[in-house]
């Protein structure tokens, strides 16, 4: 059986999949600090949905939520690729599309035209014979597109003769605080991981006003930090019980509240995630089962009859500091009493946001998700 081996760093253009692949890793991965890009898995994904067939592509069709018109989806990546090109002025966000192919196999014709049209994929062919030196190349292009916050993404051994192809699908994201923290405020204090439990953390504090408020049917405190002359900002959502995160991540998919504009004293911890997980199985889980299989049809994709998924990872970063936030993910797919928001209330005093125990964040604009993860612990 061939494989083929798809790299991913990205976020959901539907907003559909995001939702269901995220509440999917959360609820595995509840007890660890989490960063994430639903939007890469997404992307490449839909970039193999391209090159399937059958069962294979019905499957992918409704995990992903895809139109059964091929041209619309690739009008869609398209349109969403050529929008952001250029987008940020001072902040740094680059999405971009590589597929390494095995010299002694070819992409089919059709397939290559439209990754690299709408998908911006460019197809470099690439020798095994020095896997090492192959492994090299791959990985660079991941350290490059990431600014050497992921450094790797394959190991020599994984190139091996049944290795077809490798789909790398990337993003990265810098940006400034609009209200920058002082470090001179940055102090020790206590996270609560649990009522009984607490560790000590780098407190980061200011006053500034923001867009933020208590939204009763998350029975959470919400607030929105801007990044400096970027359409993007930090949405942090902060359960009122220390131990309500887990329920609040269900509730909170395609939150769009509108918040108004409060004085706000701000408690925000300074944290860095990197998170590696295998999808295969979420993956599944959500229906993509045949992808996966000895009966995959790929046929589409790759001069070969017997190619098939064996393997989805994805690789995040995000640094969170006084200045801002720096991001990135990769995704490898190897085949092979506050204000109250909507109460009417008026507020006497300033928004308290001390975000000292469990809450969720996602980076995003108006229309899509880049990042979503969640801090639940100190020093992991």
């Known amino acids: ?24 890793l959360a609820k595995d991965n509840a007890n660890k600090n ?9 992307i490449v994904m839909s970039m193999v949905y391209m090159g399937a067939g059958g069962k294979t592509a019905q499957e992918m069709r409704n995990v992903l939520k895809l139109s059964a018109d091929k041209n619309e989806v690739a009008r869609k990546y398209k349109e969403f690729l050529t929008n952001l090109e250029g987008r940020e002025k001072v902040a740094l966000l ?13 992409l089919v014709p059709e397939f290559n035209q439209v990754v690299r049209e709408s998908f911006k994929a460019e197809a470099e062919a690439i020798s095994l014979k020095d896997t090492t030196k192959a492994a090299s190349i ?5 350290k490059d597109q990431t600014r050497d916050r992921i450094k790797s993404i394959v190991k020599k051994e994984d190139l091996s003769n049944a290795f077809i192809m490798v789909l790398l699908n990337a993003i990265y994201f810098k940006g400034q605080w609009q209200y920058k923290f002082d470090p ?49 900002y930090m949405v942090i959502f902060l359960p009122e019980k220390v131990d309500g995160l887990p329920e609040l991540e269900k509730k909170i998919a395609g939150f769009s509240g509108n918040l108004p504009r409060v004085q706000v004293y701000l408690h925000l911890p300074k944290f860095k995630i990197e998170f590696t997980a295998e999808l295969n199985k979420i993956l599944s889980t959500m229906g993509l089962k045949d992808a996966f299989s000895d009966n ?15 393997k989805v990872i994805q690789k995040a970063f995000i640094e969170v500091n006084e200045e801002g936030a720096e991001a990135a993910a990769l995704s490898d797919l190897d085949m092979m009493v506050p204000i109250c928001v909507g109460c009417g209330g008026r507020h006497t005093a300033p928004f308290l946001f001390y975000a000292d125990h469990p809450f969720a ?20």
């Open 1 to 24: 059986m061939k494989y083929l081996c798809l790299i991913l760093l990205a976020t959901s253009v539907t907003g559909r999949f995001n939702d269901d692949f995220y509440q999917q």
């Open 34 to 42: 989490l960063i994430s890009s639903p939007l890469s898995a997404e």
């Open 94 to 106: 680059d999405l971009a599309n590589r597929i390494y192919v095995n010299d002694k196999h070819t």
């Open 138 to 142: 791959i990985n660079k292009w991941v």
């Open 184 to 232: 001179v405020r940055t102090r020790k204090a206590d996270f609560r991981i649990t009522d009984q439990k607490r560790e000590p953390i780098q407190m980061m504090s200011q006053y500034v006003t923001l867009k933020a408020g208590y939204i009763p049917h998350l029975d959470a405190r919400v607030i929105e930090l801007p990044y400096s002359n970027s359409s993007l």
């Open 296 to 310: 995959a049809d790929f046929r589409g994709l790759v001069k070969s009859s017997s190619a098939k998924i064996s």
């Open 361 to 380: 964040y996602v980076i995003r604009d108006k229309n899509t998700v880049y990042f979503q993860g969640h801090f639940v612990k100190p020093g992991q």
